[in-house]
């Protein structure tokens, strides 16, 4: 695929997440092509049908969710701070679409982004459970569960900013009752 063309397909994505999380449901295709800067065909042209379009969005934010998580485990100190870091950084970026567009996919099934979401998941609480610093009775499915009910915008009309700072407010509150450590509140 051409750069520009690349550019567009991933400009055209981040805006469907931000829209999604924004309406709390499928956005329009024109609103979809006029936030990404983009004429209506150039996303027909990468999307041609509904399907496939939500599709992408799913992989698309899966996949840089776990990137982030796993970036997050290898650079962090402890495994709670591991945890704490990929909690954040799947509000970020954008994990809550899954909630919202998950019932209106057709076959939605990506074998490859679940095990590497559970391997992450799986790793960040061995290690933190080591650290002594997670809960022994916390799992895995725990924390992907939390973070994805944290991501999912309320649908109570709030702006942007204030449901994702409002996020980050509930995954500080939430990983307090997980771990022993108590966190200074996220800047989000």
């Given amino acids: 695929m051409r750069a520009d063309a690349q550019r567009n397909r991933e400009r055209l994505l981040d805006a469907a997440v931000e829209l999604i999380l924004e309406v709390g449901g499928e956005p329009s295709r024109d609103a979809i092509a006029s936030r990404a800067g983009v004429g209506i065909g ?3 042209r990468h999307f041609p049908d509904q399907q496939s379009l939500l599709k992408a969005v799913a992989l698309h934010v899966l996949d840089r969710t776990i990137t982030a998580g796993e970036g997050a485990l290898a650079d962090s100190a402890s495994g709670g701070e ?3 870091r990929y909690m954040h950084l799947a509000i970020d ?3 809550g679409v899954i909630n919202i567009i998950y019932p209106l996919i057709e076959h939605a099934d990506w074998p490859d982004q679940r095990a590497r979401a559970a391997s992450l998941l799986l790793t960040i609480v061995d290690r933190a459970q080591s650290d002594g610093v997670m809960r022994p009775d916390a799992t895995a499915t ?3 569960f939390a973070v994805i009910r944290a991501c999912r915008p309320l649908a109570v009309g709030l702006p942007p900013d204030e449901e994702r700072a409002l996020a980050h ?3 500080d509150i939430c990983l307090d009752g997980l771990t022993d450590t108590p966190s200074t509140p996220s800047s989000g």
Avoid: F
């Fill in 42 to 44: 150039t996303l027909y």
């Fill in 82 to 84: 591991a945890l704490r």
């Fill in 93 to 95: 970026h954008g994990l």
């Fill in 142 to 144: 725990d924390v992907g």
């Fill in 169 to 171: 407010r509930h995954v």
